[in-house]
T-cell receptor
Framework: GAVVSQHPSWVICKSGTSVKIECRSL??????MFWYRQFPKQSLMLMAT?????????EQGVEKDKFLINHASLTLSTLTVTSAHPEDSSFYIC????????FGQGTRLTVV | GENVEQHPSTLSVQEGDSAVIKCTYS??????FPWYKQELGKRPQLIID?????GEKKDQRIAVTLNKTAKHFSLHITETQPEDSAVYFC?????????????FGKGTKLSVKP
């Protein structure tokens, strides 16, 4: 059935490096992808909204040059955390929306 | 913009008892209110939702009530079981209903003691 597949599920990277997170919509087309960040014991906070073929819209306080979002097709959206720092360590999760809406599995990012 | 408040932040009940989690929202234009269950390190799972044209919805042991006038909605879990232990989030949306952006509450950690 329809689902959003997010990879990787967890990643550890060194400070200063970049990490790419992928969300693929399977058996449906995600015209919109919402990207959320969730710190421990906190709620999901919207980072940005991307529509296929358009530039992402970022929430206030989210650096667009640091969190690069690409939504080039109806089945793939990516979030790249550039020059990652320990404070970027968090749980990142996408939510693909088409005729239905599905969350990805989430990615636990740890920056050391 | 929309603001969703959720209470309590933690809730501990005995197996078999009922659990109630309450949320309030600020934007009267919100029209879709889902509830999610999230286990540690996993994606939120939609467990029930309600739209603004309905006052109550039930699915087996789970029910949601909506009071549009007071702008609050509640999740009711009856006959709780240990596997109900998780973090529960309420959310509200006004743009596109279930396909729109969701504003989440801060979550309630439910612990069901056997």
């Amino acid at each position: 059935g329809a689902v959003v597949s997010q990879h990787p599920s967890w990643v550890i990277c060194k400070s200063g490096t970049s990490v790419k997170i992928e969300c693929r919509s399977l058996d449906f087309q995600a015209t919109t992808m919402f990207w959320y960040r969730q710190f421990p014991k906190q709620s999901l906070m919207l980072m940005a909204t991307s529509n296929e073929g358009s530039k992402a819209t970022y929430e206030q306080g989210v650096e667009k040059d640091k969190f690069l979002i690409n939504h080039a097709s109806l089945t793939l959206s990516t979030l790249t955390v550039t020059s990652a720092h320990p404070e970027d360590s968090s749980f990142y999760i996408c939510r693909g929306v088409g005729t239905e809406a599905f969350f990805g599995q989430g990615t636990r990012l740890t920056v050391v | 913009g929309e603001n969703v408040e959720q209470h309590p932040s933690t809730l501990s009940v005995q197996e078999g008892d009922s659990a109630v989690i309450k949320c309030t929202y600020s934007d009267s234009a919100s029209n879709y209110f889902p509830w999610y269950k999230q286990e540690l390190g996993k994606r939120p799972q939609l467990i029930i939702d309600i739209r603004s044209n309905v006052g109550e919805k039930k699915d087996q042991r789970i029910a949601v009530t909506l009071n549009k006038t007071a702008k609050h909605f509640s999740l009711h879990i009856t006959e709780t079981q240990p596997e109900d232990s998780a973090v529960y989030f309420c959310a509200a949306s006004k743009e596109g209903g279930s396909q729109g952006n969701l504003i989440f509450g801060k979550g309630t950690k439910l612990s069901v003691k056997p």
